[in-house]
């Protein structure tokens, strides 16, 4: 193989990873950094959760087949769903955060729309009563 054909080879494989690569390591548009955390933090919460039901599951699982006694299963079955309660009103906690800052944010971009508005208005109206 010649030099040239080398050349061009490296060109092209440079070229189709770095537009492959290209979208995977740009951010999301539209999604900030405390969106991201929340976001993280959501999916941790739910990793969690699922863990709490899958072990409430195998407790019951192994209860129904006798090889857990009464009093352990009592025990552990209300630390799994104390544990899945506390979970799942982390999860609420965080959507209201969220769905607090979301609000605020729609009511300065509200605002900042309507002032927008009364801004053309007046312009407008300043416009026709000079003509």
Do not use: C
């Amino acid at each position: 193989m010649s030099i040239g054909g080398l050349l061009i080879g490296v060109v092209i494989l440079i070229a189709t990873i770095t537009f492959i690569a290209l979208p995977l390591l740009r951010p999301k548009p539209g999604l900030h950094v405390d969106e991201l955390l929340a976001q993280k933090q959501r999916e941790r919460l739910l990793v969690v959760y699922e863990r709490v039901l899958t072990n409430i599951r195998d407790l019951d699982e192994d209860y129904t087949t006798g090889k857990m006694p009464d009093g352990d299963y009592a025990y552990e079955r209300e630390v799994w769903v104390q544990r899945g309660i506390q979970v799942l009103k982390s999860l609420d906690d965080l959507e209201t955060a969220h769905m607090l800052t979301s609000s605020a944010e729609t009511e300065v971009i509200d605002k900042a729309i309507d002032q927008k508005i009364e801004d053309a208005v007046a312009a407008y109206r300043a416009r026709i009563s000079s003509s």
